[in-house]
């Protein structure tokens, strides 16, 4: 299975701030990358797939970069509703596995 | 707008068999070419893929909980289900269903449904 390892675990940040969060897999995974975005006892919300696609109607100023193993989302600007748990997920193949989390506080 | 909603017994008593279902709205889930998927999140800890069916109705299972798992189809009610045998008190989660496109990123989500195992 590849493992996908993020870092930091958590961290606390200011409004404006820009933040980074990374995520490296065990093995290449070319750009099947994913991040989601989750808040308390709702389910996570995709923000970002195949690496740097941002999905249509999320806020421009978060970001995805990097292929092969290492990989960012960033958030340029941080807002107040940002905080959140944040997950990165593979889909180069099955079984798919997901990040531990980093959870942003502002 | 593609709707999902997990239903089922909230609890299960350990070695019995947690079954849910996931019901589809706004689409159906015989078209297009889509992984219907579970996947599970215990309290305060990661996410966890279960598995998938896919619209052609073959099925790919986590390693991890191969032999416990089966996840089947009813096109008729537009719904997918989780059937997980042999449950213990590691199987207690909150359990989505969720919708993959061919590059097995999550789209849509159900709200989730908490399980827990206890006699």
């Known amino acids: 299975d590849i493992q996908m390892t993020q870092s930091p675990s958590s961290l606390s940040a200011s409004v404006g701030d820009r933040v980074t969060i990374t995520c490296r897999a065990s093995?290449?995974?070319?750009?099947?990358l994913n991040w989601y975005q989750q808040k308390p006892g709702k389910a996570p919300k995709l923000l970002i797939y195949a690496a740097s696609s941002l999905l249509s109607g999320v806020p421009s100023r978060f970001s995805g970069s990097g292929s092969g193993a290492d990989f960012a989302l960033t958030i340029s600007s941080l807002q107040p509703e940002d905080c959140a748990t944040y997950y990165c997920q593979h889909s180069y193949t099955p079984p798919i596995t997901f990040g531990q989390g980093t959870r942003l506080e502002i | 707008q593609v709707q999902l909603q997990e239903s089922g017994p909230g609890l299960v008593k350990p070695s019995q068999t947690l079954s849910l279902t996931c019901t589809v709205s706004g689409g159906s889930i015989s078209s297009g070419t889509y992984y219907w998927s579970w996947i599970r999140q215990p309290a305060g800890k990661g996410l966890e893929w279960i598995g998938h069916?896919?619209?052609?109705?073959?099925?790919y299972f986590n390693p991890s909980l191969k032999g416990r798992l089966t996840i089947s189809v009813d096109t008729s009610k537009n719904q997918f289900s989780l059937n997980l045998r042999s449950v213990t008190a590691a199987d207690t989660a909150v359990y989505y269903c969720?919708?993959?496109?061919?590059?097995?990123?999550?789209?849509?989500w159900g709200q989730g449904t908490l399980v827990t195992v206890s006699s």
């Open positions: 093995q290449s995974i070319s750009s099947s």
């Open positions: 069916i896919y619209t052609s109705g073959s099925t």
């Open positions: 969720a919708r993959a496109g061919l590059t097995h990123n999550f789209d849509y």
